[in-house]
């Protein structure tokens, strides 16, 4: 016997700040949650599972109509057609209290109370399943706690949204030990809330299978979902299945000793086609950043519409789908004015006092704070706003900017 395990599905979650930066890409890149669902759909059709388990935020809250419930409601019935049943559990972002929409759903899905501890007991499959979904997003208690005691003679498996004792930057929900789910007697812990596939413990088995399809360049990597084998009543494998259908990843390249444009593209061009490679045949979007001392690190710097033409032109002979997130430009210059002792080094010296300065950065971080309270609600969410050296990076393309308009003048 086999059986599924998934969590944080978020179907059409709206990945914010996305249509800004992709364009025409974003309807496409929105729809991976879509995507990868069928492809969980898929893999338990073709592999006859006995049962599909889905540990919370199967959604990223209320729908804003009743499109997004419609399609979850017509994969579960291709499932049902399979006679495959799947038991649901609601976590934070599709608690109870927060959907004011309901569609009646296929009888093949069972969704656990939110009230109390709830099994269903499959004597056929000789299988028990507890869990408890949330009534409310905010639950702070320890909801494993008070799961029954285990049936003996079956396998027992827990299903519970928890980032147990704490995972930043997941909020600490239905808060847990692992001792507390050993404790407990059951077989497997099917769980949900960490995007990040952990595995916490094999004895009994404790496993986040991770976020089913990554959504920012924050959730990078292979994501899927988790298959699980039983022979003879016991545990005999857990597998990580990758079902995602966008790959996010960051890609760091070294430009040390790059001197030259020919040699900048094909140094690109071949860490793009790695990239896309071990993405496979999905779409990649990547976040590439320019590291390493180059000679054309003022020109990396001072002409982004040329930098990123550069890559753009990689990426094509990369070959598949690649879309470059972000391009962040960390280079240093080859040699510093300094030591080449040219006219700009005064300049220099100059600029380095001031970014070491409290007090003459202080105005720049006031100016900062004021652009951001300008922007949208919806653009407060991107993690790069956060960056404790986002004045930093400012300050390093000013100068570079103008180091390179000046040696053009020199």
């Given amino acids: ?35 990868a ?24 809250g209320d729908w804003r109509d009743f499109m997004t419930g419609l399609f979850f409601a017509g994969e579960m019935a291709r499932l049902e057609r399979a006679n495959i049943p799947v038991y649901l559990l609601r976590g934070n972002h599709d608690a109870e209290s927060t959907m004011t929409r309901r569609l009646t759903l296929p009888p093949n899905v069972h969704v656990f109370d939110p ?12 299988v028990a399943l507890h869990g408890r979904s949330f009534h409310t997003r905010d639950v702070t208690d320890n909801l494993a706690a008070t799961y029954p005691a285990p049936i003996a003679g079956l396998l027992n498996i827990g299903v519970l949204h928890t980032a147990l004792e704490g995972k930043p930057p997941h909020a600490r929900y239905a808060p847990c030990s692992p001792a507390d789910l050993k404790a407990k007697g059951y077989d497997y812990w099917a769980l949900g809330h960490v995007h990040e596939r952990t595995v916490v413990d094999r004895d009994p088995w404790i496993v986040f299978p991770g976020n089913l399809q990554g ?6 990597g292979p994501k899927g979902a988790t298959m699980v084998t039983v022979a003879a009543g016991r545990i005999v494998e857990v597998a990580h299945i990758v079902l995602d259908d966008v790959r996010w990843d960051r890609l760091s390249l070294d430009l040390t000793g790059v001197g030259d444009d020919r040699t900048l593209a094909d140094r690109t061009a071949a860490a793009l086609t790695r990239a896309r490679e071990q993405a496979g045949d999905r779409t990649l979007a990547l976040r590439l950043t320019f590291t390493g001392h180059t000679r054309l690190h003022r020109r990396l710097k ?14 094509s002979r990369a070959g598949g789908d690649i879309w470059i997130e972000k391009l962040d430009v960390r280079t240093q210059d080859w040699a510093e004015p300094q ?16 970014k070491a300065d409290p007090v003459a950065l202080a105005p720049l971080l006031a100016d900062l704070e004021q652009i951001k309270a300008r922007l949208p609600a919806a653009a407060h969410a991107d993690p790069d706003l956060d960056r404790q050296d986002v004045l930093a990076a400012l300050l390093a393309d000013a100068e570079a900017l103008l180091l390179n308009r000046l040696a053009g003048e020199a």
């Fill in 302 to 315: 001072a002409d982004p519409d040329w930098v990123s033409a550069e890559v753009a032109m990689a990426a």
């Fill in 339 to 354: 030591a080449r002792g040219d006219g700009l080094a005064d300049l220099t010296a100059i600029l380095a006092e001031v």
């Fill in 115 to 126: 009230r109390k501890p709830q099994t269903f007991r499959r004597d056929d499959l000789g």
């Fill in 37 to 60: 669902l069928v492809r969980l759909v898929d893999l338990a059709i073709d592999e006859q599972v006995a049962f599909l388990i889905i540990a919370g935020d199967l959604y990223d």
């Fill in 1 to 35: 016997m086999r059986f599924l395990h998934a969590a944080d599905i978020h179907l059409d979650s709206p990945l914010l700040g996305l249509a800004a930066k992709a364009g025409g890409r974003a309807d496409h890149l929105v729809g991976a949650t879509r995507r």
């Fill in 215 to 220: 959504r920012h360049v924050n959730e990078t």
